[in-house]
């Protein structure tokens, strides 16, 4: 017996499309199940003004097959330099949706980041005056924290002191990976989102380490235990207004991910609404996939839901995915959950 499930078509709220051949390698893989995506700003170098975003929007769109129908929601990278008034100007023209925080050193491509947070208090006052909200990459990096609990860290040092100095700051903590995460959203009821990735919601940390260690999946936020997994699980599913989806998908070339040295970031694009059907089915929760990854989003960012709609089909045969995808540079490797889903997204 085949199931069908049809919802509005769905939203990314925190995507990494790169440049060059691997945007045009990846795009697609968004392209053919998402209306819109925020995109990262975290290119070499960063996009840190408008006209930087207004080029790479181009990019991007020079880069989109002519079959396909394509939003791309653009960013800003700040920096301790960032100018207020170039980021209210590109607001104001509607390029921008957003500003992302990555403190210096958090993540790939974040050493342009912010590592004085004074130095940034007049881009955040101009934000919350102006209702353009911030992404933010909520880790410390400081050496002494262990990197499974600098999330927690980063919400009592830094997020919790910014949101009070920024009053009507409206925030997205992006990708929370903890049950702490979860509870500092449901403990603050004004001005605040999160976005949870599909792969945070499979995996533990025992995936990446037990076994052998597996390069492709390890992203960061790096997956932290069981019980954190099954609290993302909970506020994903529960039709919550604040929690939506971002699927953080993070496209890196096998070379470099498989290495001494392996980069962070899982690439689930291409199968992730398969997923998280699946995912939402087994929690018995399917009736809120659409809230979770078509109107939360939309909701927050004050933009109205997509016109049209995708269809899910459940199969008799378990599906098959890609196991990677080429680039013109090489493959990457598409995430896999590790055990077999049934769903698809009809075309
Ligand atoms: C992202 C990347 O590769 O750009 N990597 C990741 O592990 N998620 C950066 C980020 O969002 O942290
Ligand atoms: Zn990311």
């Given amino acids: 017996?085949?199931?069908?499930?049809?919802?509005?078509?769905?939203?990314?709220?925190?995507?990494?499309?790169?440049?060059?051949?691997?945007?045009?390698?990846v795009l697609p893989e968004t392209a053919r199940h998402f209306g819109r995506a925020i995109i990262m700003p975290n290119l070499v170098p960063p996009v840190v003004t408008g006209a930087q975003a207004a080029a790479y929007k181009d990019r991007i769109m020079a880069a989109l097959p002519e079959d396909m129908q394509f939003e791309p929601l653009m960013t800003l990278y700040l920096t301790e330099d960032s100018d207020p008034e170039d980021i209210a100007a590109a607001h104001a023209s509607?390029?921008?949706?957003?500003?992302?925080?990555?403190?210096?050193?958090?993540?790939?491509?974040?050493?342009?980041?912010?590592?004085?947070?004074?130095?940034?208090?007049?881009?955040?006052?101009?934000?919350?005056?102006?209702?353009?909200?911030?992404?933010?990459?909520?880790?410390?990096?400081?050496?002494?924290?262990?990197?499974?609990?600098?999330?927690?860290?980063?919400?009592?040092?830094v997020l919790d002191p910014i949101r009070k100095a920024t009053p009507g700051l409206r925030v997205v903590?992006?990708?929370?990976?903890?049950?702490d995460g979860v509870a500092y959203v449901r403990d603050n009821a004004r001005d605040l989102g999160?976005?949870?990735?599909?792969?945070?919601?499979?995996?533990?940390?025992?995936?990446?380490?037990?076994?052998?260690?597996?390069?492709?999946?390890?992203?960061?936020?790096?997956?932290?235990?069981?019980?954190?997994?099954?609290?993302?699980?909970e506020a994903a599913t529960s039709g919550d207004a604040r929690f939506f989806l971002g699927t953080d998908s993070a496209p890196h070339l096998d070379g470099d991910k498989e290495s001494a040295c392996g980069c962070a970031g899982c690439f689930t694009a291409t199968?992730?609404?398969?997923?998280?059907?699946?995912?939402?089915?087994?929690?018995?929760?399917?009736?809120?996939?659409?809230?979770?990854?078509?109107?939360?989003?939309?909701?927050?960012?004050g933009l109205p839901v997509n016109d049209g709609t995708i269809t899910l089909t459940k199969n008799e045969q378990a599906t098959v995915f890609p196991d990677k995808i080429e680039s013109a540079n090489g493959p990457v490797t598409v995430f896999d959950p590790g055990y077999d889903v049934f769903w698809t997204v009809a075309d």
């Avoid at 353009?132 to 262990?146: A, K, R, S, Y």
Wanted: net charge negative; glycine share 6%; with cysteine.
């Fill in 271 to 301: 199968n992730t609404m398969a997923l998280l059907a699946h995912v939402f089915e087994e929690d018995g929760k399917l009736e809120n996939l659409e809230a979770f990854a078509s109107r939360n989003g939309p909701g927050f960012y």
């Fill in 1 to 25: 017996m085949t199931q069908n499930l049809t919802i509005a078509r769905p939203d990314d709220w925190h995507l990494h499309l790169r440049d060059g051949a691997m945007l045009e390698a």
């Fill in 173 to 179: 903590m992006e990708h929370i990976t903890t049950k």
């Fill in 94 to 157: 509607g390029l921008i949706k957003s500003v992302k925080l990555y403190p210096a050193g958090a993540t790939t491509n974040s050493a342009s980041g912010v590592s004085d947070f004074k130095n940034v208090r007049a881009a955040l006052d101009k934000m919350a005056e102006i209702g353009l909200p911030l992404c933010v990459h909520g880790e410390v990096t400081d050496h002494d924290i262990d990197i499974f609990d600098r999330e927690a860290v980063f919400i009592d040092r």
């Fill in 194 to 233: 999160a976005t949870i990735t599909t792969h945070h919601l499979i995996i533990n940390r025992n995936h990446i380490l037990v076994g052998g260690i597996k390069p492709h999946y390890y992203c960061l936020p790096v997956a932290k235990r069981e019980e954190h997994r099954l609290a993302l699980r």
